[in-house]
């Protein structure tokens, strides 16, 4: 059974192919997020999964390279501390690259979402 479900996250809503149930964990395939299921019926409701700010990010940015077949070069753990740096100062792990702190440029932001790492051979 298909089942949909919104990443509050990304702000995106993906197919989950698999059998949902309250208190899973479910990883959003547009981002790499780790969502826990709160409620099951006509709609899904997910939301982050509770975890500290360094293991969720990490489980992220692992999540995503997986899914998209990504490898990381010399610069994951600076990336890393940068996403961690911008939590802790504004709140949520916006790019370290990029200076508009906005829902777009969560990590991974919206270009690297929307290819770029394919056509440019890295993000941002």
Do not use: W
Request: charged content about 35%; hydrophobic content about 30%.
């Amino acid at each position: 059974m298909k089942h949909k479900i919104y990443c509050e996250v990304c702000m995106v809503s993906f197919i989950y192919k698999e059998e949902v149930e309250e208190g899973k964990v479910v990883i959003c395939t547009i981002c790499g997020a780790e969502l826990q299921i709160e409620a099951v019926g006509p709609e899904i409701k997910a939301v982050r999964k509770p975890q500290e700010a360094e293991t969720e990010i990490r489980n992220r940015v692992e999540n995503y390279a997986r899914l998209r077949d990504y490898t990381f070069n010399e610069d994951k753990e600076l990336v890393i501390e940068g996403l961690i740096g911008k939590n802790e100062m504004y709140g949520d792990f916006y790019c370290p690259c990029r200076f508009d702190n906005i829902p777009e440029n969560v990590c991974p932001c919206l270009e690297t979402r929307m290819n770029d790492v394919r056509k440019n051979g890295r993000c941002f």
